[in-house]
Antibody
Framework: EVQLVESGGGLVQPGRSLKLSCLAS????????MNWIRQAPGKGLEWVAS????????YYADTVKGRFTISRDNAKNTLYLQMTSLRSEDTALYYC????????WGQGTLVTVSS | DIQMTQSPSSMSASLGDRVTITCRAS??????LSWFQQKPGKSPRRMIY???NLAAGVPSRFSGSRSGSDYSLTISSLESEDMAIYYC?????????FGSGTKLEIK
């Protein structure tokens, strides 16, 4: 069974940093690109970043470019999102999802940016 | 960036009704269009991929179609469990973009 479990969310002050993780199981993690998507409270879905299976290709939304870094450790079956210079508008539920088809999603981890 | 214009933003329909939700792409996206269902407090669930392909485990009353740059999700006979917000997603070009969502309510 494919499982994606996000962690690392929490309450953080504006301007600070936070690192999210997504632990994958039930499939060969190194064979798939991965994505981060976020959803602000009461709002729609926003694609954040994607990384290819070998980390050769990385893409970001303009809203996070230069502040967020997506990475992965295929030996640990884990996807990461390093978030710096956090703003109030980054407050959201952050999901990881598998592949360009977004076939599987985690349950999300909540990031709240507030003083 | 490719814009996905989704309509309607909300709708109410009766059990057994045929329901159609549409996304219009601002550029050619071929068949790189997926539909997702999100119920309150839950993660999105992929319903349709490749514009017309039913995802595994999705009831056959759901279908996807394309007419030019217009993509549609149709529920042939609405059931109570279909109450949710539906989103489209284009995945042909980065940045990937979602539609703004359609909130489907049961009358």
């Amino acid at each position: 069974e494919v499982q994606l479990v996000e962690s690392g969310g929490g309450l953080v002050q504006p301007g600070r940093s936070l690192k999210l993780s997504c632990l994958a199981s039930g499939f060969t993690f190194s064979n798939y690109g991965m994505n981060w998507i976020r959803q602000a409270p009461g709002k729609g879905l926003e694609w954040v970043a994607s990384i290819s299976s070998s980390s050769s290709y990385i893409y970001y939304a303009d809203t996070v470019k230069g502040r967020f870094t997506i990475s992965r450790d295929n030996a640990k079956n884990t996807l990461y999102l390093q978030m710096t210079s956090l703003r109030s508008e980054d407050t959201a539920l952050y999901y990881c999802a598998r592949g360009a088809s977004f076939a599987y999603w985690g349950q999300g981890t909540l990031v709240t940016v507030s003083s | 960036d490719i814009q996905m214009t989704q309509s309607p933003s909300s709708m109410s329909a009766s059990l057994g009704d045929r329901v159609t939700i549409t996304c219009r792409a601002s550029q050619d996206i071929g068949n790189y269009l997926s539909w997702f269902q999100q119920k309150p407090g839950k993660s999105p669930r992929r319903m349709i991929y490749g514009a017309t392909n039913l995802a595994a485990g999705v009831p056959s009353r759901f279908s996807g179609s394309r007419s030019g740059s217009d993509y549609s999700l149709t529920i042939s006979s609405l059931e109570s469990e279909d109450m949710a917000i539906y989103y489209c997603l284009q995945s042909i070009q980065y940045p990937f973009t979602f539609g703004s969502g359609t909130k489907l309510e049961i009358k």
